[in-house]
């Protein structure tokens, strides 16, 4: 299925029944040799709590924050469709189809930063599904959730795949001037057909290095994320991608493994055996490689950045890369005094 990242609609596995949908009928609403047009299905939902906590001591974050629940972009790896089983759908086409919004993220921030309890520390949007999913240029939730952050000069990191967050770089250049913004852009490949076809929805690689760029222009901390590095696909593009980020401004990169955990295995394996059958057993086996043998693999420490010769060998790669393309840059630091100075005035009223 073109623009689809997911092939295939697995059951939930939490679910006790299943059903199934007969939408053959739509094929009598379209010229022949016409598709029929998948639409997003956006449901809003109001939680009650916005800021999560983050206890992986894989991830280098505290506290996360996502504005929507599913993502559309259908990136075909992406360990966040796991997720979407709790809410009762697929990790499948569900995961892409069926776009679960919170509307009331920004009052949910805004509630949290006046909270007596609450000490500065920077809150990461994306660290389940991206901020600037093709939804947000309608919604502008994430938007909203910068002004708040702006409001409280609290810190804030963003991950995301999409040139849409150059939309806010008025707001972010704001943010940067206060030291209270960090952005990482994530660029797994500068091959235009691997990426339509492992993530169809997301932006192009041009379009990401020129998002790159602009951040940079503006004074805006940007790094790069090769994310994932996928064995027998991508990995093969390390040096030239990190010379790519570099020459566009970025002053940083990372890199994670792609781990294919719960669902994601069996979507991602159907998606490589129909999309590219000619590599699709080698570039698994080199998968299999570098997770002790396993698709799967959740052992802490291990699982993001894989084990053996083979994610050794992609490691050391990794490293020399990053150090002839960008030196020692340095760890940046958040200004988190800035918060606790808009609070005091707060605090005086009780």
Same mark, same amino acid.
């Given at each position: 299925?073109?623009?689809?990242?997911?092939?295939?609609?697995?059951?939930?596995?939490?679910?006790?029944?299943?059903?199934?949908?007969?939408?053959?009928? !739509?094929?009598? !609403?379209? @010229?022949?040799?016409?598709?029929? $047009?998948?639409?997003?299905?956006?449901?809003?939902?109001?939680?009650?709590?916005?800021?999560? #906590?983050?206890?992986?001591?894989?991830?280098?974050?505290? +506290?996360?924050?996502?504005?929507?629940?599913?993502?559309?972009?259908?990136?075909?790896?992406?360990?966040?469709?796991?997720?979407?089983?709790? +809410?009762?759908?697929?990790?499948?086409? /569900?995961?892409?189809?069926?776009?679960?919004?919170?509307?009331?993220?920004?009052? !949910?921030?805004?509630?949290?930063?006046?909270?007596?309890? +609450?000490?500065?520390?920077?809150?990461?949007?994306?660290?389940?599904?991206?901020?600037?999913?093709?939804?947000?240029?309608? !919604?502008?939730?994430?938007?909203?959730?910068?002004?708040?952050?702006?409001?409280?000069?609290?810190?804030?990191?963003?991950? =995301?795949?999409? @040139?849409?967050?150059?939309?806010?770089?008025?707001?972010?250049?704001?943010?940067?001037?206060?030291?209270?913004?960090?952005?990482?852009?994530?660029?797994? =490949?500068?091959?235009?057909?691997?990426?339509? #076809?492992?993530?169809?929805?997301?932006?192009?690689?041009?379009?990401?290095?020129?998002?790159?760029? $602009?951040?940079?222009?503006?004074?805006?901390?940007?790094?790069?994320?090769?994310?994932?590095?996928?064995?027998?696909?991508?990995?093969?593009?390390?040096?030239?991608?990190?010379?790519?980020?570099?020459?566009?401004? $970025?002053?940083?990169?990372?890199?994670?493994?792609?781990?294919?955990?719960?669902?994601? @295995?069996?979507?991602?394996?159907? +998606?490589?055996?129909?999309?590219?059958?000619?590599?699709?057993?080698?570039?698994?086996?080199?998968?299999? $490689?570098?997770?002790?043998?396993?698709?799967?693999?959740?052992?802490?420490?291990?699982?993001?950045?894989?084990? *053996?010769?083979?994610?050794?060998?992609?490691?050391?790669?990794?490293?020399?890369?990053?150090?002839?393309?960008? *030196?020692?840059?340095?760890?940046?630091?958040?200004?988190?005094?800035?918060? /606790?100075? =808009?609070? #005091?005035?707060?605090?005086?009223?009780?």
């Amino acid at each position: 299925m073109k623009g689809q990242g997911s092939q295939t609609n697995p059951n939930n596995r939490f679910a006790q029944h299943t059903s199934e949908v007969d939408d053959s009928y !739509l094929n009598y !609403l379209v @010229a022949e040799g016409e598709e029929v $047009a998948s639409k997003t299905k956006v449901i809003e939902v109001y939680p009650k709590s916005i800021v999560n #906590k983050v206890t992986s001591p894989d991830v280098p974050m505290e +506290w996360s924050l996502n504005p929507y629940q599913g993502c559309e972009h259908g990136c075909t790896y992406c360990y966040a469709r796991n997720s979407h089983e709790y +809410w009762g759908y697929s990790a499948g086409i /569900d995961f892409e189809r069926i776009i679960l919004v919170k509307k009331n993220a920004p009052l !949910l921030l805004d509630q949290t930063l006046q909270k007596k309890s +609450w000490k500065a520390s920077p809150i990461v949007l994306s660290g389940n599904t991206d901020c600037y999913q093709p939804i947000e240029r309608k !919604l502008k939730i994430t938007r909203a959730c910068l002004e708040v952050m702006l409001k409280h000069q609290h810190p804030i990191g963003i991950i =995301t795949k999409n @040139a849409l967050v150059q939309r806010d770089i008025d707001l972010l250049k704001q943010l940067a001037q206060k030291q209270l913004v960090q952005i990482v852009v994530s660029i797994t =490949t500068l091959d235009e057909d691997l990426r339509q #076809k492992m993530e169809p929805r997301t932006a192009s690689a041009k379009k990401r290095l020129e998002t790159v760029e $602009a951040l940079s222009n503006a004074g805006i901390p940007v790094s790069v994320l090769m994310a994932p590095i996928v064995p027998g696909l991508n990995s093969h593009e390390v040096f030239d991608l990190l010379k790519a980020a570099k020459e566009a401004g $970025a002053r940083d990169a990372g890199f994670t493994m792609v781990r294919l955990n719960g669902q994601i @295995a069996d979507i991602f394996s159907t +998606w490589i055996t129909e999309v590219y059958p000619d590599k699709a057993e080698k570039v698994l086996n080199q998968i299999k $490689a570098t997770h002790q043998g396993s698709l799967k693999d959740n052992e802490f420490g291990r699982r993001m950045r894989g084990s *053996g010769n083979e994610a050794d060998a992609i490691k050391q790669t990794f490293k020399m890369a990053r150090k002839k393309c960008f *030196g020692n840059p340095g760890k940046l630091d958040y200004n988190l005094e800035l918060y /606790d100075q =808009t609070k #005091k005035p707060q605090l005086k009223l009780f």
